[in-house]
């Protein structure tokens, strides 16, 4: 694996977002239909594919809980695999709920799905009262600390300076652009704008190759490694691949996001991971071997 960039996913990378991002997901649902999915459940969709935005997740984590009001009696294991068939993401989840309750059901389910209020529960959960004032320029009806101070740093310091030392380092996270400058500020990561691709830079998102490419082109790279947390990720480097075969690009997947053990392992090789590390700070040695 002779790399000459290495592009890191942040969250479950650099930081551990349990308490933060997916705790933000349980309880907008909550807040805004009375009923939710359960911690373990939110990596179920994310195994789905397409749910690289939490909000997306979280939209769909309330399909789930208001089809259920109307009828819908698969499990989370089914309706995430219907999900996945349909070829994963938030319009597949529509796909589903729709073919299974019909049209006048679907339709009740719509007129109490508030998207724009889930997002706006989330935001201000996660980010708490200071920073909600801040990015999204609104006065919050929740004074809360904010989940985003709960993400305890992942990266070590030895680690952070072998690989900007030693390689080409960029960033490719389904963050907004201000929220993965507090995360990367967080674990001394300075990365220019130009090498790091957020949700606000990148209509398709993973596990789309398009944003993967375009840092192996402006690095002039010949091979990279891209390290995430989830499916969806090291599906973006097996696409990258196919996408640009003049380019070597290992998906790497760690273990310190929801893909945990053993099981979490057979995932990534199964979706065909060039490496799984327990954590990111396994990664200097891997290259070097």
């Known amino acids: 694996m002779n790399v000459d960039a290495v592009v890191l996913d942040v969250d479950g990378v650099l930081v551990e977002v349990s308490d933060s991002y997916r705790r933000a997901i349980l309880e907008s649902v909550e807040r805004v ?25 979280t939209y769909a984590a ?7 009001g109307e009828g819908y009696r698969a499990s989370i294991d089914e309706f995430t695999d219907a999900i996945a068939a349909e070829g994963g993401g938030l319009e597949a989840a529509e796909s589903v709920v729709r073919e299974a309750l019909g049209a006048n059901a679907t339709q009740r389910v719509q007129e109490r799905w508030n998207r724009e209020e889930l997002r706006d529960v989330f935001q201000q959960l996660y980010l708490g009262a200071d920073l909600y004032r801040a990015l999204e320029g609104d006065e919050p009806e929740l004074e809360t600390a904010g989940f985003i101070h709960d993400e305890p740093v992942l990266l070590a310091e030895e680690t952070r300076e072998h690989l900007t030392e030693h390689y080409d380092v960029g960033v490719l ?7 993965a400058e507090i995360a990367l500020e967080r674990v001394g990561l300075e990365v220019s704008l130009e090498h790091r691709f957020t949700m606000d830079d990148w209509e398709e998102g993973k596990p789309h190759p398009n944003a993967l ?24 480097a097996v696409n990258a691949s196919d996408a640009d075969p003049g380019r070597e690009y290992h998906g790497i997947g760690v273990l ?8 979490g392992r057979e995932k990534y090789e199964r979706e065909g991971a060039s490496a799984v590390c327990e954590s990111i700070n396994e990664l200097p040695e891997l290259l070097k071997s």
């Open 62 to 68: 309330a399909l789930y809980v208001l089809a259920t």
């Open 213 to 236: 490419t375009t840092l192996a082109e402006r690095f002039s790279a010949d091979a990279v490694a891209f390290v995430g947390d989830t499916l969806d990720d090291v599906r973006t």
């Open 173 to 179: 996270t389904g963050r907004p652009e201000a929220e």
């Open 33 to 57: 239909h009375g009923r939710t999915i359960r911690k373990e459940d939110v990596q179920q969709f994310k195994d789905a594919g397409g749910f690289n935005n939490d909000w997306e997740l």
């Open 256 to 263: 310190t996001g929801g893909l945990t053990g053993e099981n």
